[in-house]
């Protein structure tokens, strides 16, 4: 997602929210709202404002003393995540990974038959993957033998980030104000916990979440070094398991009272 969209998207979000009655919002804020906050009604009055960069929510809304933080996504961009390579490594050792499956990545991750970027020809990304197939293998069943890493990695890189002090979001909300999909970090662990993620053998992955480097420039212009150094999470099919998630489970118990508040 082009960056000065994605403010602009959130700056968006902030103009049509803050210091105003949920009968003033359209029907997909109201909806979104209700499902924040279940307990409103037409007179109650929200808040939002815009996070400080390198946090994971990129808004909150807020009703009284109720707050809520929110991961916004917009357009076809399906990255989650970026972090440098070592506090990724940091966070593998963290977990139990074991070392070979850590060379694994690193070689993976360079593709230039080296641990840390420092070989002289960089394959692309096809060549590395045909180069090291077993390898990948075997890296991804040790990162798909356990759910309850598979859900650290998902919280880490969509809800909390790197900084454990840092504020969490909650939320994830994919769209603009008009029109867009939510849910809550719940209901993302319980489908990493209900799905088989192994028949994702092709690419280095953990869960539905796809791990590469951010950038390999093999024959190509080095535009910035140190995107080689890092790591880059993509969510395929981010809007479709979205959706499919908040159909399973966002609105099956709406009292009548709330229904008719929705109409």
Same mark, same amino acid.
């Given at each position: ?83 440098? #390579? ?96 939510? #849910? ?25 979440? #796809? ?53």
């Amino acid at each position: 997602m082009n960056t000065t969209i994605g403010i602009q998207n959130e700056e968006n979000f902030v103009k049509e929210l803050d210091n105003k009655l949920f009968g003033e919002l359209n029907k997909n804020l109201q909806m979104f709202l209700f499902y924040l906050f279940p307990n409103i009604d037409k007179t109650a009055r929200f808040h939002c404002y815009m996070t400080e960069n390198f946090c994971k929510p990129d808004i909150v809304i807020y009703q009284n003393d109720q707050y809520r933080y929110v991961s916004v996504k917009y357009g076809q961009a399906e990255t989650v995540h970026n972090e440098n #390579i070592m506090t990724f490594i940091e966070f593998l050792r963290d977990c139990q990974i074991s070392e070979e499956t850590i060379e694994s990545y690193l070689l993976y991750h360079y593709g230039d038959g080296t641990k840390d970027g420092t070989g002289k020809r960089r394959m692309d990304s096809v060549e590395t993957r045909f180069t090291y197939d077993d390898r990948i293998k075997k890296m991804n069943e040790e990162f798909n033998s356990s759910k309850a890493f598979i859900k650290g990695f998902a919280d880490r890189t969509m809800f909390q980030g790197v900084n454990p002090q840092a504020s969490r979001a909650d939320y994830l909300y994919h769209g603009d104000p008009d029109k867009g999909v939510f #849910i809550s970090r719940d209901q993302v662990m319980k489908h990493i916990d209900r799905k088989d993620w192994s028949f994702m053998n092709r690419c280095v992955h953990i869960g539905p979440l #796809i791990v590469r480097p951010h950038a390999r420039y093999a024959g190509k212009e080095i535009l910035n070094e140190k995107h080689r150094h890092t790591v880059a999470v993509n969510y395929p099919g981010i809007v479709s398991d979205m959706l499919y998630i908040q159909n399973r489970y966002n609105f099956r118990n709406i009292s009548e009272k709330n229904k008719e508040l929705l109409r």
